[in-house]
């Protein structure tokens, strides 16, 4: 009989030795979603472990993170006041402008990524500012906003951003105002691939930001297209980001390796709510073993391509690495 494969499966030492794909903390970036206010510390029902916080509680939240050593956060805003253009967000006394600045000042050594986007912000949910006639977003008249909210968040003393809304001609325009206005060294990691998932729901009940009407297939991208995914992230590059993003993670890992091989640029993974949900409904029911489920899911990303991931499993898998 001709073995190949299992002498080198039979020691320990030299599984490690051998092993191809690693996963470090510092793969990890961990969400947080902030809330006007004070002392707050909501739990959200669909997402055991995921809750809103108030400012003051984040920085403590921050605390626990750099002791797990988690080096990055992505931010999320829920305002007080959301009306049809996302005034919050475009504020420097606004909710993630706030926040950005007491989280580097308690903590100048975490680095800072806000989302960019105006689902949050807008009294109808949708990523940017409404065309009524087309009953969809505005795609020039929301560049112009993201432009602004872009510089709001880089004078608070933001590390990265990452814009998320899905607008064509997006990226350039966001380094050319961010250029214009002394930012030059301000890097941009773009949502370059992402689609229009299910899996995003628990998220819009954390982040407060589902849509009033209709659904945001007029930006985000059909799930069901390969060829396009691949021409979405190439042309962030073209246009000047820094890191490319596929979101969802799970259902699209034929995109992360066919991006990883259509470019040199970092590539990140977003491992979105629903997909967190989904282990964490399965580990209340005791059907999977979670820690190793979760553990092989965050090592096949980093296999599939990936470089980074965001993922709300970042503390749990930290403490394990
Ligand atoms: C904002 C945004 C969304 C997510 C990240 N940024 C929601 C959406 O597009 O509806 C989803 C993240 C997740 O599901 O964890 N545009
Ligand atoms: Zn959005």
Same mark, same amino acid.
């Given at each position: 009989?001709? @073995?190949?494969?299992?002498?080198?499966?039979?020691?320990?030492?030299?599984?490690?030795?051998? *092993?191809?794909?690693?996963?470090?903390?510092?793969?990890?970036?961990?969400?947080?979603?902030? @809330?006007?206010?004070?002392?707050?510390?909501?739990?959200?029902? %669909?997402?055991?472990?995921?809750? *809103?916080?108030?400012?003051?509680?984040?920085?403590?939240?921050? =605390?626990?993170?750099?002791?797990?050593?988690?080096?990055?956060?992505?931010?999320?805003?829920?305002?007080?006041?959301?009306?049809?253009?996302?005034?919050?967000?475009?504020?420097?006394?606004?909710?993630?402008?706030?926040?950005?600045?007491?989280? /580097? %000042?308690?903590?100048?050594?975490?680095?800072?990524?806000?989302?960019?986007?105006?689902?949050?912000?807008?009294?109808?949910?949708? $990523?940017?500012?409404?065309?009524?006639?087309?009953?969809?977003?505005? !795609?020039?008249?929301?560049?112009?906003?993201?432009? !602004?909210?872009? $510089?709001?968040?880089?004078?608070?003393?933001?590390?990265?951003?990452?814009?998320?809304?899905?607008?064509?001609?997006?990226?350039?325009?966001?380094?050319?105002?961010?250029? @214009?206005?002394?930012?030059? !060294?301000?890097?941009?990691? %773009?949502?370059?691939?992402?689609?229009?998932?299910?899996?995003?729901?628990?998220?819009?009940?954390?982040?407060?930001?589902?849509? %009033?009407?209709?659904?945001?297939?007029?930006?985000?991208?059909?799930?069901? !297209?390969?060829?396009?995914?691949?021409?979405?992230?190439? =042309?962030?590059?073209?246009?000047?980001?820094?890191?490319?993003?596929?979101?969802? &993670?799970?259902?699209?890992?034929?995109?992360?390796?066919?991006?990883?091989?259509?470019?040199?640029?970092?590539?990140?993974?977003?491992?979105?709510?629903? =997909?967190?949900?989904?282990? /964490?409904? &399965?580990?209340?029911?005791?059907?999977?073993?979670?820690?190793?489920?979760?553990?092989?899911?965050?090592?096949?990303? /980093?296999?599939?391509?990936?470089?980074?991931?965001?993922?709300?499993?970042?503390? =749990?898998?930290?403490?394990?690495?």
């Amino acid at each position: 009989m001709f @073995k190949r494969f299992r002498r080198l499966r039979i020691n320990p030492n030299l599984r490690d030795l051998v *092993q191809e794909t690693h996963l470090h903390k510092t793969d990890l970036i961990y969400p947080l979603f902030i @809330k006007s206010g004070q002392g707050i510390r909501n739990e959200i029902a %669909s997402m055991p472990g995921v809750f *809103q916080l108030s400012i003051d509680e984040a920085i403590k939240e921050c =605390e626990s993170l750099k002791t797990l050593g988690i080096t990055a956060i992505i931010l999320f805003g829920i305002p007080e006041v959301k009306d049809s253009i996302g005034s919050d967000a475009l504020c420097e006394h606004g909710i993630i402008a706030t926040a950005i600045k007491a989280i /580097k %000042s308690a903590h100048p050594d975490l680095f800072i990524i806000t989302d960019l986007c105006f689902c949050e912000y807008t009294d109808h949910g949708h $990523c940017g500012i409404l065309d009524h006639k087309h009953q969809t977003v505005n !795609n020039d008249a929301t560049l112009d906003i993201l432009n !602004n909210q872009a $510089c709001i968040h880089a004078q608070a003393g933001v590390d990265m951003i990452a814009p998320s809304g899905m607008m064509d001609g997006m990226i350039i325009s966001l380094r050319d105002a961010l250029d @214009k206005a002394g930012f030059e !060294n301000l890097p941009i990691m %773009s949502y370059s691939s992402k689609f229009a998932s299910a899996y995003y729901g628990p998220f819009r009940d954390v982040a407060e930001s589902a849509p %009033s009407f209709g659904d945001r297939r007029s930006y985000q991208m059909n799930p069901a !297209n390969r060829r396009e995914a691949i021409l979405e992230s190439i =042309e962030d590059e073209k246009e000047g980001a820094d890191i490319l993003m596929i979101k969802p &993670a799970l259902a699209y890992m034929d995109i992360i390796r066919e991006v990883r091989d259509a470019t040199r640029l970092p590539l990140a993974v977003y491992n979105v709510s629903g =997909e967190y949900a989904m282990l /964490k409904a &399965a580990q209340k029911a005791g059907i999977i073993d979670y820690e190793r489920v979760m553990m092989e899911t965050l090592l096949g990303f /980093k296999r599939a391509g990936a470089d980074l991931i965001i993922t709300y499993h970042a503390k =749990e898998a930290a403490a394990l690495l």
